[in-house]
């Protein structure tokens, strides 16, 4: 066989490796894993929770016991963050209590979710007159103060904690309902929408299985934003008293007790603070990276 025939056959058996195709949702992990301020919080955030979740095997004391003989004592050995006016150990209570915070944040947040992603998909894949009465009825819930509503609930209905999950998020589905509707109306004049609509898909199944599976990286951007904010809101209805209530403990009802003596005992300020600081920033910082990574201009860099 000549030199030119033994190269032909070698390039006919050559075949070319062909590059494996990857979906947006991992060129969108991709850019995230770059992200290193992102990476930093979702790994502090995974932390939080796991410490959350192993509150009852990691705390050296009851949440709920009291050592009046010991009082308030600074940060030492045996009590990592100091404990309160009435010997109650402030680490097992800071723990606790991000069980609370981060539960009524990703529960408050489920329920504006699912109520929030239906209501502005409907209304923006209907339109028309429904989409006008819709947008103003969510209009006129807009002005509402949400304090009033929430603690029209707590008069009505009792103090319960699972009363506060449902109104953080009968509150925060308002600005999800809108972001879904605009982004329902805008897609639902795209190829595919007329394409299904013309094979006889149901408005329900278009809806469900078309609609929203393409606004999910706006509604998980906004999710990073949201739960931060349910969190402050319910340490803010802490601070005032209608929140957690003893002996459960959250960060809002710790930063509360530690204000009334922060001049004295100062621990029992700072590390709530700090805890609810450092989880705000890791839930802002992997908003932040979600939003860049999703971005679909992003994948032209």
């Not at 796991?50 to 050296?60: D, G, Q, T, Y």
């Not at 028309?128 to 509503?149: K, Q, V």
């Not at 329902?184 to 394409?195: G, N, Q």
């Not at 979600?290 to 992003?298: E, F, G, S």
Request: aromatic share 10%; glycine share 8%; proline share 4%.
């Amino acid at each position: 066989m000549t030199e030119a025939a033994l190269k032909t056959t070698t390039l006919m058996n050559q075949t070319p490796e062909i590059e494996k195709g990857r979906s947006l949702w991992e060129d969108a992990f991709n850019r995230l894993l770059k992200n290193k301020m992102a990476v930093i919080g979702l790994c502090y955030l995974i932390f939080q929770t796991l410490v959350a979740i192993f509150a009852p095997w990691l705390a050296r004391f009851p949440y709920e016991e009291t050592n009046l003989a010991l009082g308030a004592v600074p940060p030492d050995w045996v009590h990592f963050f100091g404990t309160d006016d009435l010997g109650r150990d402030m680490f097992t209570r800071v723990i606790y209590g991000s069980r609370i915070s981060l539960m009524v944040g990703i529960l408050a947040t489920a329920v504006s979710v699912l109520i929030g992603v239906l209501y502005g998909a409907v209304a923006g894949y209907v339109g028309g007159r429904t989409d006008d009465i819709l947008m103003r009825i969510l209009e006129i819930l807009y002005s509402l103060p949400f304090i009033f509503f929430v603690i029209i609930l707590m008069v009505l209905f009792g103090r319960n904690i699972y009363l506060l999950f449902v109104a953080l998020g009968l509150i925060e589905w308002l600005t999800m309902a809108r972001i879904v509707r605009g982004q329902v109306v805008s897609l639902k004049k795209v190829e595919y929408i007329d394409a299904a609509r013309s094979m006889g898909v149901g408005h329900v199944k278009i809806i469900l299985d078309h609609l929203i599976p393409n606004v999910l990286g706006t509604v998980i951007i906004y999710v990073t934003l949201t739960v931060p904010g349910v969190i402050l809101e319910e340490a803010f209805l802490s601070f005032l008293g209608l929140g957690v209530q003893e002996p459960m403990s959250s960060w809002g009802t710790l930063i509360s007790d530690g204000v009334a003596a922060m001049q004295t005992y100062p621990w029992m300020l700072i590390f709530p603070c700090v805890t609810l600081m450092l989880a705000l920033l890791a839930l802002n910082f992997l908003g932040d990276g979600l939003r860049d990574a999703l971005d679909p201009r992003a994948s032209k860099d």
